[in-house]
């Protein structure tokens, strides 16, 4: 069964505005990470927030967890169409093994 | 220093036939873990080897198997191929598996006729 479930499922949103996703997970964790995928592409690294971490910045990308309401938020500034993808987040547990939610479909809307 | 790469990155099969692929991480990561992604299932955890060794292993029938050679190339092996097993199989590699980054191959599409 899947550890994380991302929300909203599908997203749309003009250039230029902030998009906001959120992951939530059932057990404790020793990171959670955020990917990217372009069209049935390989996954693409964009972020890693430790457990004892609330709050991390890479760029356009800001990620915030929450273990006390085991939930995560990644929020993209000032979107552009080439963020257009799919993104996942996958939860590292303590066999360290990654388990990745289903994903949020993002279209960014020149 | 090159990414992490995928061989075939397509391939066609019919059932009941086997396939192999094969997976070479970045220079010097240690680890290498696959997953496969469908529709439906999404990305599932298949297993990560880590020097030579199998140290995880996801929920999957023993027709799904791997091995790591001793430059961490990575293979793995669906033998009695289903209709199901149609997917894209990423491969991905990290310096050492735990706590760490794992970076993503552009994976291998699988279709099963």
């Known amino acids: 069964s899947q550890q994380g479930e991302e929300d909203p499922q599908a997203l749309s949103i003009q250039e230029g505005e902030n998009a906001t996703m959120n992951c939530s997970y059932k057990?404790?964790?020793?990171?959670l990470q955020w990917y990217r995928q372009n069209s049935g592409r390989g996954l693409v690294h964009l972020i890693l927030?430790?457990?004892?971490?609330r709050e991390k910045h890479s760029g356009r990308l800001r990620v915030t967890l929450d273990t006390s309401k085991k939930s995560s938020s990644l929020l993209i500034t000032a979107s552009r169409a080439a963020d257009t993808a799919s993104y996942f987040c996958a939860t590292e547990g303590a066999n360290s093994k990654l388990t990745f939610g289903k994903g949020i479909t993002l279209s960014v809307r020149p | 220093k090159a990414g992490v790469t995928q061989t075939p990155r397509y391939l066609i099969k019919t059932r009941g036939q086997q396939v192999t692929l094969s997976c070479s991480p970045i220079s010097g990561h240690r680890s290498v873990s696959w997953y496969q992604q469908t529709p439906g299932q999404g990305l599932q955890f298949l297993f990560e080897?880590?020097?030579?060794?199998?140290?995880n292993k996801g929920n999957f029938p023993g027709r799904f198997s791997g091995r790591q050679f001793s430059n961490s190339r990575s293979e793995m092996n669906v033998s009695t191929l289903e209709l199901g097993d149609s997917a894209l199989y990423l491969c991905a590699s990290s310096l050492a598996g735990e706590r760490d980054t794992q970076y993503f191959g552009p994976g291998t599409r699988l279709t099963v006729l």
């Open positions: 927030i430790r457990s004892n971490e």
């Open positions: 080897y880590f020097s030579e060794t199998q140290r």
């Open positions: 057990t404790s964790i020793n990171n």
